[in-house]
């Protein structure tokens, strides 16, 4: 509707002074609209598109250096021909053990630590919720700080933390007579520290989601719940639970996203260590790719995120779309 | 509501009505206990980057009660601020994030403008395909933004590896999808007549733009920027991997490669520069909170 008002009043004045075809092309609504959007579309293209193809081009490659060509058992053909073997990378990368734990961890990190937020997050979002609503922000307002702070920076003061022969955690435990524990020091320990920071970055984020979800739920719901005699467990079970059933997905995938692809927590505190027991896919092909500069072999550790994120992010946008065509 | 549940159990009435709120009162007083332990568990490493803040390297390393400062010094602000390294790391990191919260709303506002009131071909796939773009995660580029940036350098002369500004390049890959995103709704929810009178009145779309969508949704601006800064300011992966000279670094990687040397951990200058680092983020969460909250929800609850 809009084009037709604003072509009508120029169609008088056409035949007297002709506007060339570039000018009419030019103030078109659709190209207006495109290059508005050409900015976008062109930091996409070149800086996120181009690069995730890239970085398959790249895997397939094999870092020239004569020493590697074992890795691909094909060191008894011409170099020439023993470089192009497309995804020799990844053949090699199978073969290593230290692959095989990265992935476990990797898996291990996400799951527990997304779990744990979520339960953290709906747990806290109730108690902030029970509370008179004059008291709500200003709780709300200290239960986000974590996720405010940059992670890398609060992670610092974690390790500080767990430092094991200052620590103020093992000087506080030994009042209990346990042991000074090893943090960082001990595999399973260390993996259990970078989860615990992990959810103690990303649990506030969960909180606030399902805080705003519980918010729209209807009392009248409770209401009539409370008049059937429903007790809290039921409450939640029947009404919370199914409202909130979208947010609590999305939140939950979102979540694991970036989760999975985590990088600061664990190059802080444990820079993948002890015995590389904590590396998760980011950390590692940072260690691979960029400080052993074998950028070839870092790209395809990286590349193997893709298809979690890809089942995730299949799972959000069906949810973002059907929402849309509800609304 | 209650009334109802009331005159249908009039005879259990007081025992009923009596338990319910005494329910409610031990709910309340639960949630406070709860609510305490969780906020000191969120306050903790702050609060210990604070305390240990205030020590002095031979109060850190004697084998005292680590939660409480007997000989409070700010000899560890004075050390850092006074040094040139630790403020050009604190410039950097401003320049960086300021420039980048700028180049994203201009490229951001018009395209989530045209993207939510213009249609053009392909735009509904756009803006799909922007919303897919936020979810690609940072780590998964690096490596190829390395090597092409390396190949960049050898085809161009020009070197952008090792340079602060390359940062300017990287971080709108992380800032613009989002705050498109949460643009396009903002921009959604404008009653479509606002325009349609503007477009009449012969206002052209850039007016339209400028005069009335900007204003009216600058709510939305805000949150996104609030987005844009503290993303930028927070940002640990690109600067690790694309910076390595001092006098290039950001804050957040400045702090951990050049205050950890080598097996030396001088842990009051560190808490004190971590503590510095995190500031701007939560100066502007304490003053902007509403906006940074709805920034944080419209990602998921808005589109």
Redesign the interface.
Known sequence: ??DA??THPARPRAPAAKPSALMRFLKR??????L??L???L??AV??????F??IY?SSLRKSMASVAWMRNCSWLPDAICTRIPFGNIQFLFTRETFWMVVWQSCLFAITAVIFKAL?GF??A???H??PDKGQ?K????????????????T???L??F?PS???FN??LSFFGIGPIPWTGNANWARFSVILVNI?VGA??FM??YL?ALKSVPD?LY??A??DGANWWQRIWYITLPMMRN?IA??AL?ST??TF????IV??LTAGGPIDKTHL??TW??KI??EGSD?PL??SV??F??PI?MV??IF??RD?NQ??NEA | MTDAALTRTTPARKVRYGSMTADREWALRWSYVFLVIFAAFSLLPPLYMFITSLKTSAEISAATNPWWVFNPTLSNYVALLTEPQFLIFFRNSAVVSVLVVIITMLISIPAAFALSRMRFWGSATLATGVFLTYLVPDTLLFIPLFKMFATFHEWTGIQLLNRWWVLLIVYPTLTVPFCTWIMIGYFASIPKELDEAAIIDGASWVQVLTRIFIPVALPGIIAATIFAFTVSWAQFLYPLAFTTSVDQLVLPVGIITTLIKGDVFNWGQIMTGALLGALPPLIIYAFLMDYYIAGLTAGATKG
């Open positions: 509707m809009a008002v604003l609504k659709s190209t207006v609209a495109f508005m959007a900015p976008l579309i930091l996409i800086l996120v598109i181009y690069p995730a890239y970085a790249l953290l747990i806290v109730h108690f902030v029970n509370i922000r709780w709300r307002g200290m239960l986000l700080i974590p996720w405010v702070i940059p992670p890398a920076m609060s610092l003061a974690w500080w933390l430092d200052y620590s103020a000087y506080t103690w506030p984020f606030i989601m705003a009248q209401e009539a409370a008049i947010i999305i939140t979102f996203i970036v692809a985590n990088f600061d190059r802080v896919f980011a092909a940072f790719g960029i950028i870092g790209a990286s590349l995120m893709v994120l995730a992010a959000i946008l973002i929402r849309g």
